[in-house]
């Protein structure tokens, strides 16, 4: 959502996963390229535009066969970091498992709410909440000593355009009126949208994690 706002600022040359897994990676990679420095070297000439980003999910910083080279590159090129974070853990997971059942993964206009309703596997759901909460505080912790701006998904729904002005000021971009071409696809209750949850809440039930039910 924010990044397709950000791609449309005059002084922002902004791209998408650029560290993808092998088999997308000629989408930004340029043929035979292999080393980080020569990676944002190719794609960050952009005379037209003051500031260049793009968008890093935790397995693409913690598992890529480009780990090691991009958080060092991160880290020796001053770069400010925006970090993305969900409050509910649980539609984290439910939203991933709908676009991996729907293969729908951005809506264009908002007006193909999800419908798809998914069993979920408490296991990897537990597992999955795990990970994601250590691997947030890996990135804070990696980041320490750069500007770090830290932003909730649910509250960048919420007020898109004061989260918005929180970020030109931290990047230190002009204000520039901009709407996301993307758009929050789940909006049902969790009980719609999970063919388990009842099982599912009873189990998390004497969990930490439990709060992550409260619809």
């Known amino acids: 959502m924010l990044l397709t706002a950000l791609e449309q600022h005059s002084e922002i040359h902004c791209l998408a996963e650029i560290f993808l897994p092998e088999d997308f990676e000629q989408t930004y990679i340029p043929a035979g390229e292999s080393n ?5 070297d190719s794609l960050s000439c952009s005379p037209d535009k003051k500031l260049f980003g793009f968008l890093v999910h935790y397995n693409e910083l913690f598992q890529s066969r480009y780990t090691s080279g991009l958080i060092d590159e991160l880290l020796q090129r001053e770069f400010r970091v925006i970090h993305i974070t969900r409050d509910n853990l649980l539609r984290r997971f439910l939203s991933h498992e709908v676009a991996l059942g729907s293969q729908v993964w951005g ?13 979920l596997s408490w296991r990897d759901l ?6 994601t909460i250590d691997r947030a505080e890996r990135t804070r912790i990696l980041f320490r000593h750069l500007p770090f701006l830290e932003l909730s998904y649910e509250n960048l ?59």
């Open 36 to 40: 980080v420095r020569a990676i944002l």
């Open 107 to 119: 809506d264009s206009d908002g007006s193909k709410p999800s419908t798809l309703k998914v069993r």
């Open 126 to 131: 537990f597992l999955d909440i795990q990970q």
């Open 157 to 215: 729904c919420a007020d898109f355009t004061a989260n918005l002005a929180r970020v030109y000021e931290f990047l230190g971009a002009s204000y520039e009126e901009l709407t996301p071409l993307t758009f929050k696809q789940e909006n049902r209750s969790l009980r719609e949208a999970i063919a388990n949850y009842d099982r599912l809440k009873l189990l998390f039930s004497l969990s930490k994690y439990r709060r992550f039910f409260d619809d």
